[in-house]
């Protein structure tokens, strides 16, 4: 009995700093993003599964036709 809690302590500490690792990675990645990568999430993740980077940028070239309006206007607009 003794062994089987300290087990599932054990795997809720490990589950519960995953899950903070993860967190917190995508806050830093948010606050690094680009007013357009901001603006254009939501479509890479519906069009651009899986890519990143300039292959998230091609991706999203290829697809303008459906491409969100707030995707488009942050697109058209010159980065700094």
């Known amino acids: 009995m003794k062994l089987t ?9 490990a589950g519960t700093y995953a899950d903070a690792q993860t967190a ?3 806050r830093r990645e ?8 901001q ?3 939501a479509d890479i993740q519906k069009l651009c599964q899986g890519q990143t980077g ?3 940028e091609q991706c ?5 036709s459906n491409l969100s309006s707030q995707c488009k206007s942050a697109l058209q607009t010159p980065q700094k």
Request: hydrophobic letters at 40%; charged letters at 15%; proline letters at 3%.
């Open 60 to 64: 999203l070239k290829n697809n303008q």
């Open 5 to 13: 809690s300290i087990l599932l302590i054990a795997v809720f500490a």
């Open 39 to 41: 603006a254009c999430k």
């Open 24 to 26: 917190g990675q995508s």
């Open 54 to 56: 300039q292959q998230a």
């Open 30 to 37: 948010e606050r690094h993003a680009s007013p357009a990568e």
